[in-house]
């Protein structure tokens, strides 16, 4: 782009900004905005971003989104575009305080610790995610910048390398996106959702949104037959309302299909109704139930799908009724009915609440506040469980009830009794031997429900047990039972050191690193703490100890090799470095396909260095794939397939369902074993009320051999459904 040419465009994306920011500030207030932009301007002096943008187009994008999409004011907006250049500009704390004042210094100061993480570090995304939630509790907008900065990056993600944008989309789907949920930033999160799923998972997404666009007259016809009616009946009881068809974001409805196990015509709820009242502060409540009223009187509700979230709104500030009706046709529709201000705290969350702060909004995020920083206090061994504990508090349901008192407590949805009682206060939860719910004896494993009213039991010679964090769902609780539970097994370790210390000298045997080390290596224990506990609670034999630091190291290094054959074609995998190329290769390390996704050839795959197994190689698209991508990106590797000498298979798992009839094992085995010549591991099948479900492992050579395989199974008669299937769990 030539210099002219890059000027118009940097002078339209401005006015561009001016425009969605001029609602939002006074004018001594634009004027600090215009300065901004001439300060940045003038840092970034062609400069660009990583990505090739040039720095100006970057900043004006996240100040843009900030300003439009987010609805923040001038500090935020200043904040924005001054992000990411004032490094460049070199600028002092004194002049930037001076110029544009002390709340944008101390967000932008907030911003660049952030930014000064090290991201080749241990743990990066750890500690990454550790100092956002600290500067949350301090500024909010440090966190919102951050997202709307987020947003931008995934906007422009096909400008980077195909590594850089599955990391970049796995840590915003695992992370970023379930903090935009907490806030109650509805639409950021849900193009946050969608944008990451667009490079995690191509094929899906690109095949519902083909559909989306097929089935777009259809849909828009159906919302038409199912508001005018609507619309002129609340009209003529002078309700001042606005009725809009929204259709689920991909990523929701992907979920769906998933959850639900269907297909895409099978998703009921495609689109929404959503009801918006222009109602007064005081006729909130009263207006949104006589709406309610008006609707069930046209269209016939679903009693169990009615959710109130007027009477008890969620944590993150949203506030809504959701009916499910009988629409035209007889099909579902999902219908949502808000005020305006309700309406606009849905889709911009935190942002609106300060618009609303006199009116007490602001309790349940306070809380929620609260909690996050008793987290970040407490130290974590574990900085990997650190990053769970916090993703479980920001993506979930919640439940609500109360103690003896009527004091309500708002809880993860499967909350149990014990979590309740760490919740209470964690020397409560840690004597807890039991509970009563609405006065009836319960063990403290038993998982709460909606209203039930709930007393602890204690006693003093209680203490946190490991099986404890099988059924707790709280980070709280989890993390002190952990704290507790490393106090008793640091005591034991000292114990148990001690002792084999003592039995050393005895053996004569040199108390050294090599000796814990060949131990460790024996019994495959992770660290010597692990060790010494054993010992001192006598689950490892100490003579047995002696008699394997006397064996000689056995180094043979043995390689998997087969040489069966069936139908012509290999059934177990000789060495990867025939069909791979992974980059850097480590010497002396396996290469094992990971068993969650079972990659075969023609799949998008990645490496990753494992800490006991070697590299694992995954199916981008593999269950596991955000979080590994997310959490451990340091490790993960590039890889890809290359055209091997000879016919390779490889196993993967095949999904059946379809209706019950004598013979059904016997047809399918004649496709796959006669007809297409493959081989089958293992048939599991389950019938009920005349339908069956199971699964088939084969081996197939590639994506398309099984493409091929999956469409014969699909004309067998009476086979209804036939897909690809990843094993729960598996690793």
Not at 378 to 387: C, K, M, S, Y
């Amino acid at each position: 782009m030539d210099k002219d040419l890059l000027n118009k465009e940097i002078h339209n994306r401005y006015r561009g900004l001016l425009r969605v920011s001029e609602p939002l500030a006074q004018k001594d207030e634009m004027r600090s905005i215009r300065e901004a932009f001439h300060y940045a301007m003038d840092a970034c002096d062609g400069k660009k971003t990583s990505s090739g943008e040039p720095c100006i187009f970057h900043a004006l994008a996240i100040a843009r989104i900030v300003a439009e999409e987010i609805g923040l004011g001038s500090t935020s907006i200043i904040s924005a575009l001054l992000y990411n250049i004032v490094e460049v500009a070199n600028s002092t704390r004194e002049e930037l305080e001076k110029r544009f004042g002390v709340q944008v210094l101390l967000i932008l100061e907030g911003l660049s610790k952030i930014s000064e993480l090290d991201t080749d570090k241990t743990f990066y995304q750890a500690e990454n995610f550790r100092k956002l939630l600290l500067n949350l509790a301090s500024d909010v907008r440090v966190i919102l910048i951050k997202l709307a900065e987020r947003l931008n990056d995934l906007r422009n993600l096909d400008k980077l390398k195909r590594k850089e944008q599955l990391q970049i989309a796995s840590e915003t789907y695992y992370l970023y996106a379930p903090l935009a949920h907490r806030l109650g930033l509805y639409n950021i999160k849900t193009d946050l959702e969608d944008l990451s799923m667009k490079y995690i998972e191509k094929d899906t997404y690109n095949t519902i949104s083909n559909k989306l666009k097929e089935s777009t007259s259809t849909r828009n016809k159906l919302i038409r037959e199912f508001s005018l009616p609507l619309k002129e009946k609340l009209n003529k009881q002078g309700f001042d309302i606005e009725i809009k068809g929204r259709t689920k974001s991909i990523h929701s409805i992907w979920m769906k299909m998933k959850k639900q196990n269907v297909e895409f015509e099978e998703v009921y709820d495609i689109f929404a109704i959503r009801i918006v009242i222009a109602s007064k502060p005081e006729r909130e409540k009263a207006d949104c139930w006589q709406v309610y009223s008006l609707v069930t009187d046209l269209y016939q509700p679903n009693p169990q799908r009615l959710r109130d979230w007027i009477a008890i709104p969620k944590s993150n500030g949203y506030e809504s009724l959701h009916t499910t009706v009988v629409g035209p046709g007889g099909r579902w529709v999902e219908v949502q009915i808000r005020t305006s201000r309700m309406n606009e705290i849905a889709e911009k969350g935190y942002a609106a609440h300060w618009k609303y702060k006199e009116q007490g909004w602001s309790k349940g995020l306070d809380d929620w506040l609260s909690k996050m920083s008793e987290i970040l206090k407490t130290q974590e061994t574990e900085q990997i469980d650190f990053i769970d504990h916090v993703k479980l508090n920001l993506y979930s349901d919640e439940i609500f009830v109360f103690t003896p008192k009527g004091d309500l407590k708002q809880l993860p949805a499967g909350s149990t009794v014990l979590d309740f009682a760490f919740d209470i206060h964690s020397d409560i939860g840690s004597a807890c031997i039991s509970g009563k719910v609405n006065n009836k004896n319960v063990p403290i494993r038993h998982i709460l429900q909606n209203g039930d009213q709930v007393e602890i039991i204690t006693a003093k010679s209680q203490k946190p047990k490991t099986d404890w964090l099988n059924f707790v769902v709280t980070s709280k609780a989890k993390t002190k039972i952990k704290q507790a539970l490393n106090e008793e097994k640091f005591k034991a370790a000292e114990a148990g050191k001690e002792i084999l210390k003592r039995r050393f000298r005895n053996w004569k045997i040199q108390f050294s690193d090599d000796n814990i080390k060949k131990l460790l290596t024996f019994y495959k224990l992770k660290t010597s703490q692990d060790l010494y506990s054993l010992i001192a609670n006598e689950k490892i034999d100490l003579p047995a100890l002696k008699e394997v630091l006397s064996q000689r190291d056995d180094k043979r290094d043995v390689k998997p090799v087969s040489t069966e054959k069936k139908n012509g074609i290999q059934t177990t995998i000789p060495k990867y470095d025939d069909y791979l190329v992974i980059e850097n290769k480590v010497k002396n390390l396996d290469y094992k396909l990971a068993k969650c996704c079972n990659p075969i050839f023609g799949d998008e795959i990645f490496g990753f260095v494992t800490i006991s197994d070697g590299i694992k190689i995954h199916r981008v698209n593999c269950p596991n794939a955000p979080q590994l991508l997310s959490k451990y990106g340091y490790r993960v590797i590039n890889t890809k397939w290359i055209p091997a000498q000879g016919t390779k298979s490889f196993e993967t798992t095949i999904k059946v369902s379809g209706i019950d009839d004598i013979g059904m094992v016997s047809r399918l085995s004649d496709v796959i074993s006669r007809e297409m010549r493959v081989n089958i591991r293992n048939i599991s099948v389950n019938s009920n009320e005349g339908l069956f479900e199971g699964t088939i492992k084969v081996f197939v050579m590639d994506t398309a051999h099984l493409d091929v395989l999956l469409h014969k199974i699909m004309r067998v008669k009476g086979v209804l459904k036939a897909s690809r299937y990843d094993e729960p769990g598996a690793k």
